[in-house]
């Protein structure tokens, strides 16, 4: 029963992210020490059902006498004795995994520092002078130091197949480290309750070679893409002209709000809302025009684009990459 248990657990969640298919050191340190406890919570449910057994059927049927004393004996190991080696030994391996988890980076690994918002995640990359939003890039192989902030409630920083969760906690700056073992793309999530759109707080962490990274962190700190058409140029005029450039940033253009996510590189981005709806121009259109059907509660007004405007508008952010 147990065992079966546990692999619906593994299994139920589909393509889902999940802390026991782990992708780096800090969640297979985790996920190792789950597996532990599982295995041995398996055993103690086997003994304790033989042990029954045992008890209502064989023992019943020879009538089996006691001497005096074995059953002190029986309890003093087997409900004293043998569950303290187990406790011992799991918080031995327990201390251990706490320490390699703190064992952070070197002082040359790249810092990457992430503020959380309701809903939505402000990324940075120390000494670039660029942002992004609901997506971190990491070099595969590498330990990256993420140093966290929240700029409201409380949150929580959780990437199920890379780390533990780390809490951000107001007027602190906590520190995190994140590796991943092979190259892809990890959900993570804020893990904390922190509102109305809680649900709708993810993120993305792309784990790639060093050159892309190095790459990445290249754009990150270069103007945004000029416009390449004559809907894109329109496009542009009417972002800045009108109310998005008062809370948004685009790099390289008048636009420097830090309301809401700069959006410098959106047209790239996995999402809109960070996770609310998928990134393409149907689902763009309608955040432009009533964000709060989305995504109910977030920060961002309806805005006012007349609809010749508006397929102008989605083709200059789409062609932000």
């Not at 055993?43 to 304790?48: N, S, Y």
């Not at 809302?273 to 995504?295: C, E, F, R, Y």
């Not at 805005?303 to 397929?311: D, E, I, K, N």
């Amino acid at each position: 029963m147990a065992l079966g248990t546990g692999l619906a657990l593994t299994g139920c969640a589909g393509g889902a992210p999940s802390a026991l298919d782990p992708a780096g050191a800090g969640a297979a340190r985790v996920a190792n020490l789950w597996w532990l406890l599982f295995w041995i919570s398996v055993a103690v449910f086997a003994e304790v059902m033989a042990l029954l057994t045992w008890a209502l059927v064989f023992r019943r049927k020879r009538r089996v006498r006691v001497r005096h004393g074995q059953p002190l004996r029986f309890v003093v190991v087997a409900g004293a004795g043998i569950p303290l080696v187990i406790l011992v030994a799991v918080y031995a391996v327990g201390l251990r995994d706490l320490a390699a988890l703190g064992d952070g980076p070197g002082p040359d690994a790249p810092t990457i520092e992430v503020t959380g918002h309701k809903w939505w995640w402000e990324v940075r990359v120390q000494g670039v002078d660029g942002a992004t939003a609901n997506e971190l890039h990491i070099p595969v192989g590498e330990k990256v130091r993420v140093r966290l902030r929240t700029a409201d409630v409380l949150h929580s920083f959780w990437v199920p197949q890379l780390m533990p969760k780390t809490d951000l906690i107001a007027g602190e700056t906590r520190e995190t480290w994140l590796h991943a073992e092979r190259a892809g793309s990890y959900r993570g999530q804020c893990a904390e309750y922190c509102g109305t759109q809680h649900a709708h707080m993810a993120f993305l962490v792309v784990a790639e070679p060093r050159p892309d990274f190095d790459a990445w962190l290249a754009r990150l700190g270069t103007p945004a893409r000029p416009p390449q058409t004559d809907a894109q140029r329109r496009g542009q005029q009417a972002f800045l002209q009108g109310s998005c450039a008062g809370c948004h940033a685009i790099r390289g253009t008048g636009a420097d709000g830090r309301i809401g996510p700069d959006l410098s590189d959106v047209g790239s981005r996995w999402s809109i809302g960070a996770g609310a709806v998928p990134n393409d121009g149907g689902h763009l259109g309608g955040w432009i025009a009533n964000s709060q059907t989305v995504k109910p509660g977030n920060y961002m007004p309806p805005q006012q684009v007349g609809a010749g405007q508006l397929p102008d508008l989605i083709a200059y952010l789409q062609s932000l990459k």
